[in-house]
């Protein structure tokens, strides 16, 4: 049998143990800042989504005159991250027939991208009405601290077995090792640094019993 389930614990140093739970304590902080941040930005997201202003009806062969416009992949990027300007540059650009609609018909392209404008404006109103922008760069702050407080944690030394366990739960436990989509539980890949880390524990808290 293994000395984890064997050995009596060793009683960890006073500075070791002093030092875990002030990591601890920062850890504790830093998850609950984040799941209050995560339950803010939600209920603003659901709230954002409610309120957004409804996708309007794009006649994308008009824009676009080809197959790659009908696509929805197309249609996102149209609504949401063309170059608008850009776009309505290259439709006056043309000259002459083109292959699938007359250049005569350039106002009525340029009418659709302005379709898009109004709807990006009204997009950009709701997501301002709902603070998302801020809750954004807060819910970034929160999850780069949480981050920190658990490296932190999984680098400092183990002041005993009960510590390991946390760490390797931490590391490999079912939170981050659970199915997804069709496939089976995996591990993870970490930095070596986090399992050096749990294998000097062992050594240092096997060589103390």
């Known amino acids: 049998m293994?000395?984890?389930?064997?050995?009596?614990?060793?009683?960890p140093a006073a500075d070791?143990?002093?030092d875990w739970?002030?990591?601890?304590v920062a850890y504790e902080a830093a998850k609950a800042a984040d799941d209050d941040i995560n339950a803010r930005f939600d209920a603003a997201w659901e709230a954002c989504e409610a309120d957004k202003p409804a996708e309007p009806t794009i006649d994308l062969a008009l824009i676009f005159?080809?197959?790659p416009g009908l696509c929805k992949a197309t249609r996102r990027r149209l609504l949401h991250s063309d170059n608008l300007d850009e776009l309505q540059r290259q439709i006056l650009a043309q000259k002459g027939v083109t292959r699938w609609e007359r250049v005569d018909r350039d106002h009525e392209r340029i009418a659709e991208l302005d379709k898009v404008r109004e709807f990006r404006r009204l997009l950009a109103e709701a997501e301002q009405r709902h603070d998302?922008?801020?809750l954004d760069g807060e819910w970034s702050e929160a999850g780069r601290r949480l981050s920190e407080a658990l490296a932190a944690l999984l680098l400092a030394p183990a002041p005993d077995y009960v510590a390991v366990r946390w760490k390797l739960d931490q590391l490999f436990g079912t939170k981050v090792t659970e199915p997804v989509a069709?496939?089976?539980r995996t591990i993870p890949c970490w930095d070596a640094s986090l399992t050096d880390a749990i294998l000097a524990d062992m050594a240092r808290l096997g060589s103390a019993v």
């Open 132 to 134: 998302l922008s801020a």
């Open 16 to 18: 070791t143990l002093t």
């Open 2 to 11: 293994s000395i984890l389930t064997t050995a009596a614990p060793a009683r």
């Open 65 to 67: 005159g080809s197959f």
């Open 21 to 24: 739970n002030s990591l601890m």
């Open 182 to 184: 069709d496939g089976g």
